[in-house]
């Protein structure tokens, strides 16, 4: 019954594709055609398309070019939520809903997985959805299936991770993770869009997402990222504050290295001011050098667990809010100058080891990111970034090790 109403749903999705997509298809005068006759649709079929097995499928090949225009058209866009029945995305799914994320005249299919035993909950989250009547959701579906979750999806949001439990080793968490995410990786290779954007929150995020593009050979490297802008928000939240100046008027903050308390939380190149020939560095607004390399990053370092004394439960709307800056950023561009933080695979520069999952400076425009390179790093600095590459390094290793890779 699951399987036929998910069937169902993706029949709608199907039915938005365009003339040009389906008089591409090689299948699409046949009545094997998934798009046309989405009884047999690839999600739960995919072994006897024909269209797929040539490579040739339109659904499930979208090519790189047509992919990012499609949100000054207003078609649609799959967007696949992992743990969608868990807190961030409770906070989360509405906010890409109703618009905040792609803006507010872009369509979304939203593809929502979670585990089995999330079922029930899961399908209170669509009640809701529906219950929303967003102008902007164009189909929902709810699976527990990777294939069906990631099927042709352009953004994937990957929050759903195994937790800490008491008594469970740090090694253990990752290795629990590392199966996860391997499954994850995979299923995106073979089914996602090929131009897929791909966002890992669950934790820990930047060796998930690691171990996610290592699964992924065929995926660009470059479409795949884990979240820290919500400790570059928080950074920038310490600074107004401690200036007493509005949020807006503070630039360029970086958050460098782990998703964790090892991160760096840098003001280095950061000013304050909106106006282009009044900037004031933020070292010198503040004034307080004491505060900026102790307090500053100790507060920033460890502000996730000092929402979960405070709330009895963690900082799940701030997030939510975090991960639509970070994707609405990297698909419709920072604003010009400004540079925000996003954990991207390293090139060696400033002297990352590559391909690690690492947090940089970085401009976004035309749906892809830039790391803003030749930034002077100073002593301080070099010390916190060989303290956060050390951990990654470390959580690589083991990961890779339960892997076989
Ligand atoms: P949350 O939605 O609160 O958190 C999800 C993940 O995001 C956790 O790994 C959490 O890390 C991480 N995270 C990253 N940044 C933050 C932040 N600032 N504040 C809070 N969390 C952050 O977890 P829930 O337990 O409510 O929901 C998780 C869902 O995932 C559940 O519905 C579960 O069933 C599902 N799940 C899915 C799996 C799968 O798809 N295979 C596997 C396991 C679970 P941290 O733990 O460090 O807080």
Request: proline letters at 6%; charged letters at 20%.
């Amino acid at each position: 019954m699951e399987s036929q109403n998910a069937q169902r749903r993706l029949g709608n999705i199907y039915g938005h594709l365009t003339t040009e997509e389906t008089s591409q298809c090689p299948a699409s005068n046949s009545n094997k055609c998934p798009a046309m006759n989405p009884g047999k649709c690839p999600a739960s079929n995919s072994d006897k398309c024909p269209a797929i097995n040539s490579g040739k499928c339109p659904v499930m090949f979208t090519s790189q070019a047509k992919m990012w225009p499609r949100l000054t058209q207003g078609e649609p866009i799959r967007v696949c939520v992992t743990g969608a029945a868990g807190n961030i995305a409770y906070s989360l799914i509405f906010m890409i809903a109703s618009g905040h994320m792609f803006g507010p005249k872009q369509r979304v299919a939203l593809h929502l997985l979670d585990i089995p035993p999330m079922e029930k909950v899961l399908k209170g989250v669509e009640m809701e959805i529906l219950d929303c009547a967003f102008p902007l959701v164009s189909g929902v579906i709810c699976t527990s299936e990777p294939k069906v979750a990631f099927m042709n999806v352009d953004v994937a949001i990957l929050v759903g991770a195994f937790p800490r439990q008491k008594g469970m080793e740090r090694k253990d968490l990752l290795k629990k993770n590392a199966e996860i995410f391997k499954a994850q990786g995979k299923a995106m290779n073979d089914y996602a869009s090929r131009n897929v954007k791909v966002l890992v929150v669950g934790n820990p995020a930047n060796t998930n997402c690691l171990i996610a593009m290592n699964c992924a050979p065929d995926l660009p490297k470059s479409n795949f990222s884990a979240l820290t802008r919500l400790d570059h928000n928080r950074a920038k939240a310490q600074i107004a504050q401690n200036l007493k100046v509005p949020l807006d008027t503070v630039h360029n903050v970086v958050i460098w290295g782990n998703h964790s308390a090892t991160q760096y939380p840098d003001i280095s190149y950061g000013y304050v001011g909106n106006h282009p020939h009044i900037r004031t560095p933020i070292r010198s607004a503040v004034n307080n050098d004491q505060w900026l390399q102790n307090e500053f990053i100790a507060t920033v370092q460890q502000r996730g667990a000092e929402i979960i004394k405070a709330r009895n439960s963690s900082s799940a709307a701030s997030a939510a809010w975090a991960v639509v800056n970070h994707m609405r950023d990297w698909l419709l561009g920072t604003p010009e100058g400004e540079i925000v933080s996003m954990a991207v695979c390293s090139d060696g520069s400033y002297d990352i080891p590559a391909g690690l999952i690492f947090s940089f400076p970085v401009t976004c425009r035309n749906g892809e990111w830039t790391m803003v390179k030749g930034l002077k790093v100073t002593e301080f600095s070099r010390k916190k970034l060989d303290l956060t590459t050390q951990e990654l390094q470390e959580e690589k290793q083991d990961a890779f090790s339960f892997l076989g890779i």
